[in-house]
């Protein structure tokens, strides 16, 4: 089936401008997780959001950064005024969160590759 | 909080060589282990993951790995490389909650370049 998808692949901006990056989950996951890979800090979880609940934030870097997930689907990442710090590949995950003591592999979308400015 | 240290930034083999990449976890409790790969230019593959039972788990590609509580390790294998396993491996261990799900974040090694010589 359809594996986790994201657009665009490539992002150019210009320091300052905000950018919305998207991503498409598997369907019927529960589960969707943004990472950010960088050279210099590897890869860092951002933000996780499951089913209803309220998101962990715990990894927003910043508050330029949000994101949102509409009807338990699909999810924006938004960084507003961005830096050249911004500057990495942005990775999206889904999962399909079953009951206790059952696994909850993250399948990854191919990134967004951010460059700014 | 959770830690994972891959030790090798780097590692070379021949074609047909053995692999053994190296990966040492810091958790409290039980840890979710993965490990995924990475080609140039492409999203994260998951290879294999350990989750409770058998600590030998065996995964795609011929790899497997090993989990060692006494030495917080889950190191990957595989007997016989070949040309295509050149990429970067991540190890990474998962965070549980009390139910004992695994849930939220996955924090990640620096990863592992791997090269193939012909």
């Known amino acids: 089936g359809a594996g986790v998808s994201q657009s665009p692949s490539n992002k150019v901006t210009e320091k300052g401008k905000d950018v919305e990056l998207r991503c498409d989950p598997i369907?019927?996951?529960?589960?969707l997780y943004w990472y950010r890979q960088s050279l210099g800090q590897g890869l860092e979880f951002l933000i996780y959001?499951?089913?209803?609940?309220?998101?962990?934030k715990s990894g927003l870097p910043s508050d330029r950064f949000s994101a949102e997930r509409t009807g338990g689907s699909v999810s924006t990442l938004t960084i507003q005024r961005t830096q050249q710090e911004d500057s990495a590949v942005y990775l999206c995950?889904?999962?399909?969160?079953?009951?206790?003591?059952?696994?909850?592999?993250?399948?990854f979308g191919p990134g967004t590759r951010l460059t700014v400015l | 909080a959770q830690s994972v240290t891959q030790p090798d930034i780097h590692i070379t083999v021949s074609e047909g060589a053995s692999l053994e990449l190296r990966c040492n976890y810091s958790?409290?409790?039980?840890?979710?282990l993965f490990w995924y790969v990475q080609s140039p230019g492409q999203g994260l593959q998951l290879l294999l993951k350990?989750?409770?039972?058998?600590?030998l788990v065996q995964g795609i590609k011929g790899f497997e790995a090993e989990f060692k509580r006494s030495q917080s390790s889950f190191n990957l294998r595989k007997p016989s490389v070949h040309w295509s396993d050149a990429a970067e491996y991540f190890c990474?261990?998962?965070?549980?909650?009390?139910?004992?799900?695994?849930?939220?974040?996955?924090?990640f090694g620096q990863g592992t370049i791997l090269t193939v010589h012909p």
């Open positions: 369907s019927g996951h529960t589960a």
């Open positions: 995950a889904s999962s399909l969160v079953r009951l206790a003591g059952e696994t909850d592999t993250q399948y």
């Open positions: 990474a261990v998962g965070t549980t909650n009390a139910g004992g799900t695994s849930y939220g974040k996955l924090t």
């Open positions: 959001f499951q089913g209803n609940s309220a998101p962990d």
């Open positions: 350990y989750f409770s039972g058998d600590t």
């Open positions: 958790y409290g409790a039980t840890p979710y």
